[in-house]
């Protein structure tokens, strides 16, 4: 009853905050309870039951002995989550999904602003990174932080839509810079991929926010196979593949600022009707280190104190860079699939 409940908000006035919960349902890793409203105080009671081993009281005598109960639980609920979960200082905890149709939940503290939204999205995109998850979706983005680049046409609620293009001024734009530095293009189709432009901008996002005064992001070509152009398509592109051509520049995935060197056979190899794969790609440049041989990730900002982080990628020479290498996949973005015949 509404009486119930402002007497246990009166009485116990801990029922504010965050805490995290282990093992303490079958098959649930990590519950995340918010006590700030009516639902969420009865799912946290509810908690408390099975934890405590309580019935649901029924009568006066029963109600005090719960409120009592319950009063105790609130003065060690802290140190039970300290103990048995404590938060990880980033606030994202990875857990499996059950019986959900997916494969893991990431679970994270709600926040308001549109400063620690991004810094909670580009978390969960780390822990993707830590877990190799290739694939990821944020249900809660029904903002207006992160749009579609306006070329895009409508997906009808897709989640992928390889479009070609006509001879459109988009077109015309695409094809004129890639024959000032290589070949013809024949086809040219736009890569229309939610989750990949989603998990890209938060992290342009982030470098932006990093470093404020200056271009941190690059339009680039990588050439590929039709093999492998299937799979960027639909997962974005994968440092995984490295090596298939070169790590002179370390492991990660390569792109060049001129797609005459893109269109080597080396990088893009032709198919059986003599066809060959190029992308036009946005990366995140940021701050970029000097590139070697076997390097797995970039350099530290500052080698003395590694809380300040890496660079955001690796490049040929810092001062002219022709050769980006990118360590993160989230860090660039298919934007267009040029389709070409080596002459």
């Not at 200082?89 to 857990?95: E, H």
């Not at 932006?208 to 639909?234: A, F």
Request: proline share 6%; aromatic share 12%.
């Amino acid at each position: 009853s509404t009486r119930f409940v402002d007497l246990i908000f009166m009485t116990f006035p801990k029922l504010s905050g965050y805490f995290y919960f282990s093992k303490f349902f079958p098959g649930l890793e990590i519950a995340i309870f918010k006590f700030h409203d009516f639902f969420r105080f009865f799912m946290t009671v509810r908690t408390l039951v099975t934890v405590w081993g309580l019935r649901p009281a029924q009568g006066p005598r029963q109600l005090i002995d719960l409120l009592a109960l319950l009063h105790q639980a609130c003065l060690h609920l802290p140190c039970m989550a300290n103990h048995l979960c404590p938060q990880p200082s980033d606030g994202v905890v990875l857990t499996k999904a059950g019986n959900l149709p997916f494969k893991n939940i990431v679970h994270m503290v709600g926040q308001t602003s549109e400063k620690e939204i991004t810094r909670c999205m580009y978390n969960v995109l780390k822990k993707c990174e830590e877990n190799k998850i290739q694939s990821v979706s944020f249900p809660a983005l029904g903002t207006a932080i992160i749009h579609p680049p306006p070329t895009w046409t409508k997906m009808g609620g897709k989640d992928l839509e390889i479009v070609a293009l006509s001879k459109s001024d988009e077109y015309k734009k695409i094809e004129q810079d890639f024959i000032n530095c290589s070949k013809h293009a024949d086809v040219i189709h736009r890569i229309q991929n939610k989750g990949l432009w989603q998990r890209y901008c938060v992290l342009k996002q982030e470098v932006d926010k990093k470093y404020p005064k200056q271009t941190n992001e690059r339009v680039l070509y990588h050439g590929t196979t039709l093999e492998i152009c299937q799979k960027i398509n639909k997962n974005g592109f994968n440092r995984s593949f490295c090596g298939r051509n070169a790590v002179v520049h370390g492991e990660g995935t390569y792109f060049a600022k001129d797609a005459w060197y893109s269109c080597q056979d080396q990088y893009s190899n032709p198919d059986p009707n003599g066809l060959k794969y190029i992308y036009r790609a946005r990366v995140v440049m940021g701050s970029p280190c000097k590139s070697r041989k076997g390097m797995k990730e970039p350099d530290p900002l500052d080698p003395n104190n590694h809380q300040a982080g890496l660079h955001n990628c690796a490049v040929d020479n810092l001062q002219n860079p022709f050769i980006f290498v990118v360590f993160c996949d989230a860090g660039a973005y298919p934007d267009y699939l040029i389709t070409f015949k080596s002459v």
